[in-house]
């Protein structure tokens, strides 16, 4: 129902800033909770954020609070994911995630992102 492309992810510095894009298809993007997940090698797929649909209440991981904002604009049919103060922990995969009905930290969300690549090194 909704296909998702991320973009925006390369290699940074620790302490450096990076922000990552997600843009949706179909015309029913305001109708979709949206989240970021994030995968590491050798670990398993872990949740960084999320954004609801309508009022945009958003939530964090712990170990992002404080550094990465979640944003959308649902007239661009986008989500962002604004990343600061990058550790080399934070190298990952970075995946957007849609669901018209779930939201928060499930790791059950319907539709997902093909991931990009965020490397942050020392």
């Known amino acids: 129902q909704v296909q998702l492309v991320e973009s925006g992810g390369g290699l940074v510095q620790a302490g450096g800033s990076l922000r990552v894009s997600c843009a949706a298809s179909g015309r029913a993007f305001s109708a979709y909770n949206m989240a970021w997940f994030r995968q590491a090698p050798g670990k398993e797929r872990e949740f960084v954020a999320a954004?609801?649909?309508?009022?945009?209440?958003?939530y964090y991981a712990d170990s992002v609070k404080g550094r990465f904002t979640i944003s959308r604009d649902n007239a661009k049919n986008s989500v962002f994911l604004q990343m600061n103060n990058l550790k080399p922990e934070d190298t990952a995969v970075y995946y957007c995630?849609?669901?018209?009905?779930?939201?928060?930290?499930?790791?059950?969300?319907?539709?997902w992102g093909q991931g990009t690549q965020v490397t942050v090194s020392s």
């Open positions: 954004i609801r649909r309508g009022i945009p209440n958003t």
């Open positions: 995630a849609a669901d018209l009905t779930k939201y928060g930290t499930t790791n059950a969300y319907d539709y």
